[in-house]
Structures are given as structure tokens and as C-alpha cells.
């Protein structure tokens, strides 16, 4: 872009810098001007009564400064551009009429200062709008003082001359204010743009209607780029990433650069889904990688909370690994809320799936822990969902945190009733829960406190929500399995794991994803379906203890014994259920 392209482009957006010149301050600008402009008119008809031609006809056009004055200070934040400009153009006529009132060249010249007003103007509009309306104040201002005053052409120029300066000077200061909001290598918003826009957004919501929300945005890579190949190639990153992201905006999305890697998008009336939903978009346009951090305004909040929280959002994104949106809630939606109490209550229950051996006759070896909860305003929602709703809403530490707790002492009770019983206890654990700091901590007080032999726990993990391999992830399933707890990947075969990575991995045990079950279509005598025996080949490789998933059909448990599988889970050999009739099982087998 050359450098008068660039000036242009300064020169045309200038006034419509959406942080400083704010309605509610455009509106108090112009309520000012009608106010004072009506009382000093007032007084001067007051003083000097005789100087004027027709008293009402001045009073009359005094009052209805003044009127409109307090209107447009009611109008407050909700004036519009048009308006304002609606209000340059009637103050330039009563301004223009009122000097044309005036008896004696003298007063008119002392009404026609105010004009002077005019120059306010040029702080909230344009270039071209702001020389439009001080050229149409220059040419009143002359035409009223000449042709019915006869003051002298010149003088009458003088007069609304310093009208023109102080309308200049006013633009070229807001300019400067609006340089230093401003980043200078994209022309965005900068960080103090941002926190002023924030505000304005909060202050706008204050009085009604949707809320802001920010979406914020670290590259990954822009830091790395930078400092190995220079900055060129980093402008060329940002500026490749920044037109694709623009064909995702809307003028109800301001974006900002907050950091050298960090952009920031303000949703002006949204609500959080529209963030997360935007960042999905936005990386469905470009190729840059980025974390993202989603969070909303609150009643009553400040703007210095909401940035706090999209920074802790951000935080947890870029632990969950690379490319994750994490959303950090304001508020707990009613969902959210009756599921808090629910588990503060004790009221969600968990389930228990028996998992058996396939090599000793179907024996149960272990179970799965499943919570279940039924929400009394939408009992639609599966448990699935539930989990999904608890991970964006941070209630999912605390879930799962229950659920290992009260399946623990399930357990030791069902084993107490048959005298200690071999049963491996597995329980599903989110890629949230890994990504916390103390989680290990919590799983062996949890295990201290109930009895519950660590060497007998299974932890699920999927990689739905986190890469298992991020290195915080990494350290708290390296931590369990110093205590003796194994882990288990969970629907093996969906998530990102990819082979290379398999065995790099602190895991124990592979849970294969029940698609792979159900996808074989399983003819007794034929022979099992390779990719199967492949799957069972890579794991007797890597010594990883398979357990097949979704079971139904007592082909399908011959097939994958044939295979070589040796532990399986699913309806062909029960149904979550409860602890009692686990027990009873137990009994028969
Ligand atoms: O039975 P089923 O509908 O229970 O489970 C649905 C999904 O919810 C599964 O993917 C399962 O792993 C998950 N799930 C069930 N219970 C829990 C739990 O206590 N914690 C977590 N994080 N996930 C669970
Ligand atoms: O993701 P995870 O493996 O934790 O999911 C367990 C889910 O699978 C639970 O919802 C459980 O109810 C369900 N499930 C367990 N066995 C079967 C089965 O044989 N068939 C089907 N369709 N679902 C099963
Ligand atoms: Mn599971």
C-alpha cells in the first residue's frame, strides 16, 4: 500500500474511529452546543432588548435551542450519525436566522461567534463531512453579515474564519488521540483501543439488549516465524491471516491486535456460542493455527473482569493443545445451574457397565463408571451432551470429581458383598480434569479416602476436548501412573492419536471405539475383517491390552476373540446398571 493510500485511508476513517468518538459523547457535545448557545442568546436579547428586530421571533428560536438541547441529551448514547449531522445543519439555520434578527451590525456580529460551535462537529465526522458543513457555515455566516448587516465582505470572513481553524485543529487532535489507540503494522485497534471500545460496549449494555462478547485469538506460530525467518515473514503471516479472517466479519465484529500474536474480536450483541461458533470460522477460512479463548459480559460486571476471564479462557486453550477454543462462561446458564446442584445434592447417579474377559467365558473382570443425570428442565439432553455442557462450563472437574468418588465406594461395597472380588474399576475422565493442576492430587486423596486400591483404577481419557499429548496433559497422566493408576484411551481409533505418537504415550490400555464393532459386519465363518486384526497386531506390539466397545451380538464376541481380543465391553454382555444388580451377576458367575 503506498504511503498516500495509506494517508487516505487515515484521512477517510478518522472520525469514524468507533472508540472515541462515542455517540453518548457526540450527543453531550451537541446537547452542550444547543443549551449554551440558547441561554447566551437569551441573555443578549435579555441585556439589550433593543438591538433586536422581533423579540418573539428570538425568544422563540432561543427556546427551541434549549429544547432541543435537553432532547438530544436524553437521546444520550442512542444518536446516530445522521442525527447529529441533522443537528450541524439546523444549528448553521438557527444560528443563520438569528443573526439575521439582530438590529445592529454589532450584535449580529457577537451572534455570529456561535459558529464557532460548528467546529465541534469536525471531532465526530469525516474529512469530507466535517469541510461540507464548516464550508456551509462560512458561506452563512458571510452571506447573513454582508447582505443583511452590510458588514463589510471581509470582515464578515474574518469573522467565521476562526471557525474553519478551530474545526481543524479539533480534527487533527482527534486524529492523534485516535494514533495512539492504534496499531501501526495493521492499522487495528490496539490494546487501549480495545479496553475503551470494551467499555463502551458494557456501558451500551448496561442499559439493555444483548451483551459483547470477546473472542480472543493467539497465532501459534507467529512468535516462532517471527524470530526465525524475520519480521517480513511475520507481516506477511499476519497480513495473509488477517484478510481471511476479515471475509468472516461483520460490522457487528471489531477486530483488534491486543499483543504482537494476540487479536482480539469484539462481538458487539452476542452471545458466547456466537464467539465459539465465530473461531470455528475463522479457522475454517485460514491455515495459521491459532488457541482461542471465548467469554461474555455480565450484569453489573467490569470491563477489567471480562478480560480477565478471555485471558484465563485463552490460558486453558492453549493448554488443551493446539488449534482449541476454550469458552470460560460468565454466567451459569440454568443448565449449568441445576446440574451444580444436582451434584452438590448428591443426586447424580452413576452406572456401572461390566467389562469382561473373553477368554474366561465372559467372566466379569471390571466395570465402567457412567453418570447419569436427567435434567428436570430439558430431559431431552443426553448424557453425552451433558458431559459436553459441564466441559463448557467448568463444572466438569467437579462431576467427574463426584463421580470417581462415589464409584470408588461402589466398588469397594460390591467387592465387600463377595468377598473381595477382583473388579477393575474404570471411570471416565475429561481432557479438562488432566489439564488442571492438582488433578493427580485429587485422584489419590480421593483413593486414600475411600480404600480404593490405585492399582485397581482405570482412567478413560478421550481426546475429545484436549490433545492428550500437550505437556500438561503429558505430566498429570505421568503423575497417576506413579501412584499405580493406568490409563486408558477411550474410543481409540476417532480421536488425534496417531500412530507415532501411540507409543510415546504414558498409557496402559486402548479402548477401541465402538464403530469398529459395528462397522464389521461379522459373518460366522468368515474371516474377521483386517483391519481388526491389524489393530490387534499394533497393540500385542506396542503390549497394550485391548478392550472392544459397543459389543451387541454374540457374533461379534466370537469374531473378536478369533481375532485375538481379549476383554469387551457392551450390551451383549450388559447394560449400565446398577450396583445391585452388578452384585447379582457376580453371584451367577
Ligand atoms: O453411557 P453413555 O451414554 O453413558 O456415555 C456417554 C458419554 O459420556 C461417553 O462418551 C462417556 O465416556 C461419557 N461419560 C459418562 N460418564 C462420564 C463421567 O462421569 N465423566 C466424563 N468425563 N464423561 C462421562
Ligand atoms: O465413550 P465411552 O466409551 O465412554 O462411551 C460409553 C457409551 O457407550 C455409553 O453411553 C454406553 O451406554 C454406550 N454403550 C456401551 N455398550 C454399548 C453397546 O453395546 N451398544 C451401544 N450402542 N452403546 C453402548
Ligand atoms: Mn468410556
Redesign the pocket.
Known amino acids: 500500500m503506498g504511503r498516500a493510500e495509506v494517508l487516505w485511508r487515515q484521512v477517510r476513517n478518522a472520525r469514524r474511529w468507533p472508540g472515541i468518538a462515542t455517540p453518548r459523547l457526540m450527543a453531550r457535545t451537541g446537547a452542550a452546543c444547543y443549551l449554551f448557545g440558547g441561554l447566551l442568546v437569551l441573555l443578549l436579547v435579555a441585556l439589550e432588548p433593543s438591538n433586536f428586530r422581533v423579540l418573539t421571533a428570538i425568544y422563540l428560536e432561543a427556546g427551541v435551542s434549549i429544547t432541543v438541547g435537553v432532547a438530544t441529551f436524553l437521546v444520550g448514547p442512542r444518536l446516530r450519525s445522521w442525527q447529529f449531522q441533522l443537528l450541524v445543519v439546523s444549528a448553521i439555520a438557527l444560528i443563520t436566522v438569528a443573526v439575521s434578527e439582530a438590529g445592529v451590525p454589532a450584535t449580529a456580529v457577537s451572534l455570529a461567534t456561535l459558529y464557532a460551535f460548528v467546529a465541534f462537529a469536525a471531532f465526530f465526522l469525516s474529512w469530507p463531512q466535517s469541510v461540507a458543513y464548516l464550508t456551509l457555515a462560512v458561506v452563512c455566516c458571510t452571506a447573513v453579515l454582508h447582505t443583511v448587516m452590510a458588514v463589510s465582505r471581509w470582515s464578515a470572513l474574518i469573522v467565521c474564519s476562526s471557525t474553519v481553524v478551530m474545526g481543524c485543529v479539533i480534527a487533527l487532535l482527534g486524529q492523534l488521540m485516535v494514533g495512539a489507540e492504534r496499531d501501526p503494522a495493521t492499522g487495528l485497534p490496539n490494546r487501549r483501543g480495545f479496553d475503551r471500545l470494551l467499555a463502551r460496549e458494557i456501558d451500551r449494555a448496561q442499559s439493555g439488549g444483548l451483551s459483547p462478547v470477546v473472542l480472543l485469538l493467539r497465532l501459534e506460530l507467529f512468535n516462532d516465524i517471527d524470530r526465525s525467518l524475520g519480521h517480513e515473514a511475520g507481516n506477511q503471516l499476519l497480513r495473509s491471516t488477517l484478510k481471511s479472517w476479515r471475509q468472516e466479519l461483520s460490522s457487528e465484529h471489531v477486530l483488534t491486535r491486543v499483543g504482537t500474536d494476540e487479536f482480539a474480536v469484539l462481538l458487539l450483541r452476542a452471545t458466547e456460542h456466537d464467539g465459539v461458533a465465530l473461531s470455528h470460522r475463522l479457522r475454517a477460512v485460514t491455515s495459521t493455527d491459532f488457541s482461542a479463548g471465548v467469554t461474555g459480559w455480565q450484569l453489573g460486571e467490569a470491563a477489567a473482569a471480562v478480560s480477565a476471564r478471555s485471558d484465563v479462557a485463552l490460558r486453558r486453550a492453549k493448554l488443551a493443545g493446539r488449534n482449541r477454543t476454550v469458552l470460560e462462561s460468565a454466567g451459569l446458564p440454568t443448565l449449568a445451574r441445576e446440574l451444580a446442584e444436582a451434584i452438590a445434592d448428591g443426586a447424580v447417579g ?2 456401572y ?1 461390566p467389562i469382561v474377559s473373553l477368554a474366561d467365558g465372559n467372566q466379569i473382570v471390571g466395570v465402567e ?4 443425570w436427567t435434567s428436570p428442565t430439558r430431559p431431552d439432553l ?3 451432551e ?2 459436553a455442557m ?2 463448557n462450563s467448568n463444572l ?1 472437574a467437579t ?2 470429581r463426584f ?2 468418588r462415589r464409584a470408588c465406594l461402589d466398588l469397594g461395597w460390591m467387592c465387600e458383598q463377595r468377598n473381595g472380588l477382583p473388579l477393575t474399576l474404570t ?4 481432557g479438562l ?1 488432566l489439564i488442571e493442576s492438582n488433578y493427580a492430587a485429587t485422584v489419590s486423596e480421593t483413593l486414600t479416602d475411600t480404600g480404593w486400591p490405585a492399582g485397581k483404577l482405570v482412567l ?1 481419557v ?1 481426546e ?1 476436548v484436549v490433545d492428550v499429548d500437550t505437556p500438561s496433559a503429558l505430566a498429570t497422566l505421568r503423575e497417576l501412573r506413579t501412584h499405580g493408576v493406568r490409563v486408558a484411551i ?2 481409540f481409533g476417532t480421536g488425534y492419536s496417531t500412530l507415532s505418537r501411540l507409543q510415546n504415550l504414558p498409557i496402559d490400555l486402548l479402548k477401541l471405539d465402538a464403530s469398529f464393532t459395528t462397522a464389521t459386519s461379522l459373518d460366522s465363518g468368515s474371516a474377521p475383517p483386517p483391519l481388526l486384526q491389524a489393530i490387534a497386531a499394533l497393540a500385542r506390539a506396542l503390549d497394550l491390552p485391548v478392550v472392544i466397545e459397543g459389543v451387541e451380538t454374540q457374533l461379534q464376541a466370537n469374531a473378536m476373540q478369533d481375532v485375538g481380543f481379549t476383554m469387551a465391553q457392551g450390551y451383549f454382555f450388559g447394560r ?1 446398571q446398577t450396583r445391585e444388580l452388578i452384585v447379582d451377576q457376580l453371584t451367577v458367575a
Open positions: 452413576v452406572l457397565q463408571a457412567l453418570a447419569r443426553s448424557i453425552a451433558v458431559i459441564a466441559e466438569i462431576l467427574d463421580v470417581l471411570v471416565n475422565v475429561s480434569d478413560e478421550t475429545s477411550d474410543d449400565p
